[in-house]
């Protein structure tokens, strides 16, 4: 293990360079270059073995995600629980939501959502509605089904993106960890919820990096104030150029995604009209984290 949280734990702080300057160079150093270097291959998602668990949490680290195949386990949203708590993460957002809303496939459930339909999802991390006391922290997919065509996911770490702009407008991300910069906004009433929002990027109790964002612009009412709007806009053209850290990949029957909300998209699908055959994908999110400690 790196055990960077415990050597620099004052990489998020903008006030200090020593511990950034080191953490940033063995961060980029050991981040993956494809996504052959993610994966983890498990015996039995539901009932780890300790050098495969320490496999996951060594990536987890590195990246803040890992690809992992699922192995002898049943492709079901069990398995994806299972998962979650061999790795000390438990609290789901279930009750608060539509009971089919963790099942992706093209149902055209919740209005016809992009995460339900076969469009093109946007760079975002998910549950960006939630209040800064309540967000997800960890995001966990299970894929039983691809679709026909398409559908891959391009993924990136949002520490990463915090190097970016750390080294290219540190007066835009000071903005984004210190400033309200959005709050969430009915899309049907229009009516903004002031408590639902906050902080692009800003460090939890126990030290480690959260950041949410999304190019959606239903939910999504940013602050139009003048420094906050010049930081989004930094921070926007920061994500639409695709860093050369984004990884690209499908998650084929099988396989599945751990990771502590990262940035994700997800592309085009072209999907089967057999309701039996639809591209099927179980997703868990969780108010905790993956972290080794
Ligand atoms: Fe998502």
Same mark, same amino acid.
Request: aromatic share 8%.
């Given at each position: 293990m790196?055990?960077?949280?415990?050597?620099?734990?004052n990489?998020? #702080?903008?006030?200090s360079?020593?511990?950034?300057?080191?953490?940033? $160079?063995?961060k980029?150093? =050991?981040?993956p270059? #494809?996504?052959?270097?993610?994966?983890?291959e @498990?015996?039995?998602m539901?009932?780890?073995?300790a050098?495969?668990?320490?496999?996951?949490?060594e990536t987890?680290?590195?990246?803040?995600m890992?690809?992992?195949?699922?192995?002898?386990?049943?492709?079901?949203?069990? !398995?994806?629980?299972?998962?979650g708590? *061999?790795l000390?993460?438990?609290?789901?957002?279930? !009750?608060?939501?539509? !009971? *089919?809303?963790?099942? @992706?496939?093209?149902?055209?459930?919740? #209005?016809? =959502?992009?995460?339900f339909?076969t469009?093109?999802?946007?760079?975002?991390?998910?549950?960006?509605?939630?209040?800064?006391? *309540?967000?997800?922290? =960890?995001?966990?997919?299970?894929?039983?089904?691809?679709?026909?065509?398409g559908?891959?996911?391009?993924?990136?770490?949002? %520490?990463?993106?915090?190097?970016?702009?750390? $080294?290219?407008d540190?007066?835009?991300?000071?903005?984004l960890?210190?400033?309200?910069?959005f709050?969430?906004? #009915?899309?049907?009433?229009?009516?903004?919820?002031?408590?639902?929002?906050g902080?692009?990027?800003?460090?939890?109790?126990?030290?480690?990096?959260c950041?949410?964002?999304?190019?959606?612009?239903?939910?999504?009412?940013?602050?139009?104030?003048? &420094?906050?709007?010049?930081?989004r806009k930094?921070?926007?053209?920061v994500?639409? &150029? %695709?860093?050369?850290?984004?990884?690209?990949g499908r @998650?084929?029957?099988?396989m599945?995604?751990?990771?502590?909300?990262v940035?994700?998209?997800?592309?085009?699908?072209?999907?089967?009209?057999d309701?039996a055959?639809?591209?099927?994908?179980?997703r868990?999110?969780?108010?905790?984290?993956?972290?080794p400690?």
């Amino acid at each position: 293990m790196k055990r960077w949280n415990v050597k620099y734990p004052n990489r998020f #702080n903008l006030g200090s360079e020593e511990d950034y300057l080191k953490w940033r $160079d063995e961060k980029l150093a =050991a981040y993956p270059r #494809n996504v052959g270097e993610l994966v983890v291959e @498990l015996g039995d998602m539901t009932a780890l073995r300790a050098a495969e668990r320490t496999r996951i949490l060594e990536t987890v680290e590195r990246a803040n995600m890992c690809v992992f195949t699922a192995g002898s386990a049943e492709l079901e949203m069990a !398995s994806l629980l299972a998962l979650g708590r *061999q790795l000390g993460v438990t609290r789901t957002d279930k !009750s608060a939501r539509h !009971s *089919q809303s963790d099942e @992706l496939t093209d149902s055209g459930i919740l #209005n016809r =959502a992009i995460p339900f339909s076969t469009r093109h999802c946007n760079w975002h991390t998910d549950a960006t509605y939630y209040g800064s006391d *309540q967000t997800i922290e =960890a995001l966990f997919l299970l894929c039983k089904r691809p679709a026909l065509e398409g559908g891959s996911n391009k993924v990136l770490d949002h %520490e990463v993106l915090y190097i970016h702009l750390r $080294d290219t407008d540190r007066g835009a991300l000071e903005v984004l960890m210190n400033r309200n910069c959005f709050n969430y906004r #009915n899309p049907t009433t229009g009516e903004v919820d002031p408590h639902r929002g906050g902080k692009v990027f800003w460090t939890n109790a126990g030290g480690h990096l959260c950041h949410r964002f999304s190019f959606r612009k239903t939910d999504m009412a940013w602050s139009d104030e003048s &420094d906050v709007a010049a930081a989004r806009k930094v921070l926007e053209s920061v994500i639409a &150029d %695709e860093p050369a850290h984004v990884i690209e990949g499908r @998650l084929e029957s099988g396989m599945g995604l751990v990771s502590n909300n990262v940035l994700h998209t997800r592309e085009r699908l072209v999907d089967s009209d057999d309701a039996a055959k639809k591209r099927l994908l179980f997703r868990a999110r969780f108010y905790d984290r993956v972290s080794p400690e």
